[in-house]
Every structure is written in structure tokens, then in C-alpha cells.
């Protein structure tokens, strides 16, 4: 058992020998101690304070935490909160289903079948983070690190997260949220991009076309639990000139069927 001292994690049975400890691994267990603690998400200057750590160690750790996808960083990158990365390491130590087992053979099935990239990831506040990837061919495929995240409201994933909540939820995010733009083809006018997340809602998918980024064409689909929650959502990206209208519609279909099958083993 553990408890609670100055900021970080000791042991509660002070007959315990001592055991070395590697620092930098004891700081950053110390950090997430502290974010896991907090009812807020945190800063730098906010951690250093309470750990006794300096600032440049303390961002050090938060921004490697960051990149591992075990924090999530928030308000521009200016705090940060346990992230879902973590979350799902304590998930399949508790014994519970691993979101990524299960929705492996599907990525694999989509990269095989579309010859793109068919990518897993989870949502959190305002971020989408990449909790798998396959390619399918590696010389015309796109590609991102495992871990890293993307913007809530990017393109086709961002829709395909909306349209699995109520509408209340919708209208109530994107009052308090500004819509980015990412390229000349974004959505940023509010009715606008409802509307395509209650056709999202409606097909089952959404598609993007270079709305996120320049050149490239994404079809996503929400996985849905057991509750109606979405917690998971999949995607398929790839270059335009690789995915012409029929390709992607195509695309879609599949990728709404495999996050049924996802959602179905859950």
C-alpha cells in the first residue's frame, strides 16, 4: 500500500528495506501521482511547486509523458491531465477488455482491403489519441506515431466522435468551443459543421475531404459500448489522388461495418 507524502508515493509500511530507485522513473511516477491527485489539470509551474522539482525537469517529464500518451495536454499545451494512454494500461491490468486487441484484426482487415493507413484511437477533452495503426502500402500510405494525438474536431475523425453524441451534447461543445480551421476546405461556421455531423450521424460515418489536411481523403466511424457511449473511434486515411469519390465511399462502408463488429465484442 502507498500513500501520500510531500507530492509523491511512499510506502506505508516503514519496515520495508529500502530499495534503490532509478530518479528519473521515481519523477515521473511522482508527476502522475500528482495530475491522478488533482481535480484540475496542471501546469508547470504548478507541478514544480508542489514536487519540489524544477521547471525545466518537470516540463521535461510532462512533454515525454505527453508524447507516450500517458497525459493529455490542455489549454494549449499549457497543462495537462492524466491521459487516456494511461488509462488504458490500468484498464488491462484490472482484467477488462483491451479496446486495441480486439480492434486489431479489423485494422488490419481495412489496411489490407483499402491499401491505406486504418488507424485506432480514443477521445478525450479536446484530442484524439492514436492508440493503433496498420499501414497498407507502405510506399503510398500515410503514417503518425502511436501515442501522439490529433485535434478533437479534426476532419472526419472529429465529426465521427459528434455524431455519436446527443444533440444537446453537440450544441453545448461547440458553444464554448471555436472551430479550427486546418486548410481552406474546414468547416468553421457552427450550422455548417452540425449539419455534417447529423449526416455523420445519420450514415453511420463521416468522410473528409482534405478538410484536415491538404491532399488527403479520411472516412471514420464511432465505436459504440454496451451504454450508447462512443469510446473509441477508427479511421481510414489516405491520399487523395489514391482515393477518388468511389474509393472512399467504399472506404466508409467498411469502416462503419468493422466499428459495428468493434463495438458488438465489447
Given at each position: 500500500m502507498f500513500h501520500q507524502q510531500n507530492g509523491g508515493l511512499r510506502p506505508s509500511n516503514a519496515e520495508k528495506p529500502a530499495r534503490p530507485l532509478v530518479p528519473a522513473?521515481?519523477?515521473?511516477?511522482r508527476v502522475l501521482d500528482a495530475l491522478s491527485s488533482s481535480g484540475e489539470p496542471l501546469g508547470v509551474s504548478e507541478l514544480s511547486r508542489r514536487l519540489g522539482m524544477?521547471?525545466?525537469?518537470?516540463?521535461?517529464?510532462?512533454?515525454?509523458?505527453?508524447?507516450?500518451?500517458?497525459?493529455d495536454a490542455v489549454n494549449g499545451g499549457r497543462r495537462y491531465r492524466i491521459g487516456h494512454g494511461l488509462q488504458a494500461l490500468a484498464s488491462r491490468s484490472a482484467g477488462n477488455i483491451d479496446l486495441r486487441v480486439v480492434a486489431r484484426p479489423r485494422l488490419e482487415m481495412l489496411a489490407a482491403a483499402?491499401?491505406?493507413?486504418?488507424?485506432?484511437?480514443?477521445?478525450?477533452a479536446d484530442t484524439v489519441t492514436i492508440l493503433d495503426l496498420v499501414h497498407g502500402r507502405p510506399a503510398?500510405?500515410?503514417s503518425a506515431p502511436v501515442g501522439s494525438s490529433i485535434p478533437l474536431l479534426a476532419g472526419a475523425v472529429g465529426k465521427a466522435v459528434l455524431a455519436a453524441w446527443p444533440e444537446s451534447r453537440r450544441e453545448s461543445f461547440l458553444s464554448v468551443h471555436e472551430l479550427p480551421?486546418?486548410?481552406?476546405?474546414?468547416?468553421?461556421?457552427?450550422?455548417?459543421?452540425?449539419?455534417?455531423?447529423?449526416?455523420?450521424?445519420?450514415r453511420g460515418y463521416a468522410i473528409d475531404v482534405g478538410e484536415y489536411v491538404d491532399g488527403m481523403r479520411?472516412?471514420?466511424?464511432?465505436?459504440?459500448?454496451?451504454?450508447?457511449?462512443?469510446?473509441?473511434?477508427l479511421w481510414v486515411a489516405g491520399f487523395t489522388r489514391h482515393m477518388d469519390?468511389?474509393?472512399?465511399?467504399?472506404i466508409a462502408a467498411s469502416v462503419t461495418e468493422a466499428a459495428r463488429e468493434i463495438g458488438a465484442l465489447l
Open positions: 522513473v521515481a519523477k515521473a511516477f524544477g521547471k525545466s525537469t518537470v516540463h521535461g517529464l510532462l512533454t515525454t509523458l505527453d508524447a507516450l500518451g500517458m497525459i483499402t491499401s491505406q493507413t486504418a488507424f485506432l484511437g480514443i477521445a478525450g503510398m500510405s500515410v480551421r486546418f486548410t481552406r476546405r474546414t468547416l468553421t461556421d457552427p450550422q455548417r459543421y452540425l449539419a455534417a455531423v447529423r449526416r455523420a450521424s445519420d479520411a472516412a471514420a466511424a464511432a465505436i459504440v459500448g454496451p451504454d450508447k457511449e462512443p469510446i473509441g473511434v469519390d468511389a474509393a472512399l465511399d467504399a
